[in-house]
């Protein structure tokens, strides 16, 4: 092969262009997580810690083998940084949480709200392509530090002089970082930050775990007697209603809040007509932009549930949840969750729920919406004719509605009461909305789309409302969370509205010293009580006090 006369030949130049992608991998794939953190790209100049002392171990480890074991390690850990460093990062900017690895099993909800927005091919695909880019950036860093290693042996006086040399360069400015008042050091250890900072918190986790024990050992109401728990409200329909992302943004942001406004007015109008009252505050939800059912557990149990790890030591206890009581006292007791499709045990062995009802056994003929499989009339009116006719016994039922769940597109409309039918009259219905994919276009149009959801939402319980003539029914209807930063804004607070709605002057007469404002919609100066206070003031309006 020919080559330039005292050129370096192709072989060579691939030689170095080797190096330099070694070098530049070895670089920048372990400052990534640092990008993440600051939201920077300016973290990536910085000389990444980990990558100085993998071939510093390499330097002195004489076999292959190991050699070959270690740098795997090494990529395996960069690689596994990234990926906790980008969860994190995604779940701050959804649930205005950090991720703790305890609480993977929520990815795969995270996975299931996806692949409703974008198709099930789409999102398996995007997974596919992120495991396959997560594999060979393992590998490339792995190649990379072996192959430094390879040309610092070849070149063995110079190539530990260059080892030494940047070692003592990370080591004085290491030094130097904390005299000189440097908030960003030069020197970094992006990668072990982010493990770091995820086994800390996977620690903090267990001991949340313990105290939760405790809190849980704790319930005032344990040994309250059958008997005396809810007695005010004996004989009468009981319906805590959860509205999806129906939170403080709805009401108090003028871009979502006119047409929203406009909804409670003219309900609040009609419900005064069909003689129903109606009181409303605020509730501080322990999550924020999803994890809807970290919600649920709190006002069902009193206790504070802000994660997984939390949910799972709770529902594996024998806490006295909202449901459970209302057995014990013998209302029949109903789950309706329309966005479930697979059987969901701990509604029997926790909850204590008679009846499950999900996507797959309330009789849908439509077509699906997103992620709300069923419109909320459907749900709404599905309970009605099948659960509220039973008048042998009273019912109490939580029903979690889905059609505010984001992406908040497609939206069905509104429909009369009677036409719902099996669903299948929405085959035909125009559309209302854009695709889920277009919704998310600019922040703007994000905000419109969650707003014609709430609407929708609240719209579909007056229906309910004014539709069933039941003088003993009684409605609790709230939010579970505020939605997605990106409708909400970044520093929004997490309270949600909750409002009590019943045709029986007693029931808001019981609850009359909680200091609620009349009416559907909650005021600036309305109560603000965590979600978890609301189980005890609840047992103890309607029932015999701990």
């Known amino acids: 092969m020919s080559t330039s006369p005292g050129g370096p030949g192709p072989r060579a130049w691939r030689g170095r262009v080797g ?155 290491a030094a130097m970082a904390p005299p000189l008042g440097l908030a960003d050091p030069p020197a970094a250890a992006a990668s072990g930050g982010a493990i770091g ?47 999806e992302s129906y939170g403080r943004v709805a009401l108090d942001d003028d871009e979502i809040s006119d047409g929203v406004g406009v909804v409670l007015r003219r309900g609040e109008e009609a419900l005064t007509a069909e003689g129903y009252s109606a ?21 069902q149990t009193g206790v504070w549930i802000d994660s997984q790890t939390v949910y799972s030591e709770v529902v594996r206890s024998d806490r006295l949840t909202l449901s459970a009581a209302f057995a014990a006292a013998g209302w029949r007791t109903v789950s309706d969750v329309p966005s479930n499709t697979q059987d969901w045990p701990v509604g029997w062995e926790f909850y204590r729920f008679g009846t499950l009802l999900d996507a797959t056994n309330v009789g849908y003929r439509g077509p699906s919406f997103g992620y709300a499989r069923i419109p909320d009339q459907y749900t709404w009116k599905h309970f009605a004719d099948h659960q509220l006719v039973d008048q042998q016994r009273p019912v109490m039922a939580e029903i979690d509605l889905v059609s505010s769940h984001t992406p908040w597109a497609p939206l069905p409309e509104l429909l009369p009461w009677s ?42 319980m007056f229906s309910f409302l004014e539709n069933v003539d039941d003088p003993d029914l009684v409605v609790v209807a709230l939010g579970d969370h505020q939605p997605a930063a990106i409708v909400s ?47 005890d003031r609840f047992f103890t309006a309607f029932g015999t006090p701990p």
């Open 197 to 243: 900072s995820a086994v800390s918190r996977t620690v903090a986790a267990l001991e949340t775990r313990a105290a939760v024990a405790r809190a849980i050992a704790g319930d005032p109401f344990a040994d309250v007697d059958e008997d005396e728990l809810l007695t005010a409200l004996r004989g009468k329909n009981v319906v805590f209603a959860f509205i």
């Open 19 to 173: 190096i330099a992608a070694s070098v530049a991998l070895l670089v920048v794939l372990p400052l990534v997580p640092g990008v993440f953190a600051t939201g920077s790209a300016l973290a990536l100049v910085r000389i990444p810690v980990e990558s100085i002392v993998i071939l510093l171990v390499l330097a002195v480890t004489p076999w292959r083998i190991p050699r070959v074991a270690l740098a795997t390690a090494f990529g395996l850990f960069v690689c596994l940084a990234v990926v906790l460093a980008g969860i994190d990062v995604g779940y701050e900017a959804a649930l205005g949480t950090h991720f703790v690895p305890l609480d993977w099993p929520q990815l795969g909800d995270a996975y299931g709200v996806v692949a409703a927005a974008m198709g099930g091919v789409p999102a398996a695909a995007l997974v596919a392509a992120a495991a396959a880019v997560i594999a060979a950036a393992t590998a490339a860093l792995a190649w990379a530090a072996l192959r430094v290693n390879a040309v610092l042996r070849r070149h063995a006086e110079r190539g530990r002089a260059a080892i030494a040399a940047v070692t003592a360069v990370w080591v004085a400015i």
């Open 279 to 299: 009181e409303s505050a605020w509730l501080t939800s322990p999550t924020y932009g999803g994890a809807s059912w970290l919600a649920h557990a709190t006002l």
């Open 419 to 460: 036409e719902i039918g099996d669903g299948s009259v929405y085959d035909g219905q125009p559309e209302r909305s854009r695709p889920a994919g277009a919704v998310w276009e600019d922040r703007q149009t994000v905000q419109r789309f969650y707003g014609l959801s709430i609407e929708y939402a609240l719209g579909a």
């Open 489 to 535: 804004g970044e520093d929004a607070d997490r309270d949600v509205p909750i409002t009590i709605i019943a045709k029986d002057p007693g029931v808001l007469a019981a609850v009359a010293g909680w200091g609620w404002e009349p009416g559907l919609r909650p005021g600036a100066g309305s109560p603000i009580w965590r979600m978890d206070e609301f189980r």
